[in-house]
Nanobody, 125 residues
Framework: QVQLIESGGGLVQAGGSLNLTCAAS????????AAWFRQAPGKAREFVAA????????YESDSVKGRFTISRDNAKNTVYLRMSDLKSDDTAVYYC??????????????????WGQGTQVTVSS
């Protein structure tokens, strides 16, 4: 049974930082690219960042580029999202996901194979 469990969400003031963690189990983690998505109230889920299986390639959405960094530790079956200079527009539920190819997660050409349950990030202005 595959599980992706996110943690690290919370309430932070604008300009602050948060670090999200996604722990994976039940799959051969380094066979999968990983990504973060988010969904704000009343809006569609959107791509945030993706990382290739070997962590060589990363993609970020234009809205977070330069502020968010995705990374992974395959030895720990974990993917991270370091978020800095947070803005109120970053308020959303953040989801971890895995798929075969990072570029497909980035472009949305293929649905992720697995999803986590999400963690709430709230940025107060």
């Amino acid at each position: 049974q595959v599980q992706l469990i996110e943690s690290g969400g919370g309430l932070v003031q604008a300009g602050g930082s948060l670090n999200l963690t996604c722990a994976a189990s039940g799959l051969i983690f380094d066979n999968y690219a990983a990504a973060w998505f988010r969904q704000a109230p009343g809006k569609a889920r959107e791509f945030v960042a993706a990382i290739s299986r070997g962590a060589v390639i990363t993609y970020e959405s234009d809205s977070v580029k330069g502020r968010f960094t995705i990374s992974r530790d395959n030895a720990k079956n974990t993917v991270y999202l370091r978020m800095s200079d947070l803005k109120s527009d970053d308020t959303a539920v953040y989801y971890c996901a895995t798929g075969k190819i990072a570029s497909e997660l980035w472009m949305g050409t293929r649905t992720p194979d697995y999803w986590g349950q999400g963690t709430q990030v709230t940025v107060s202005s």
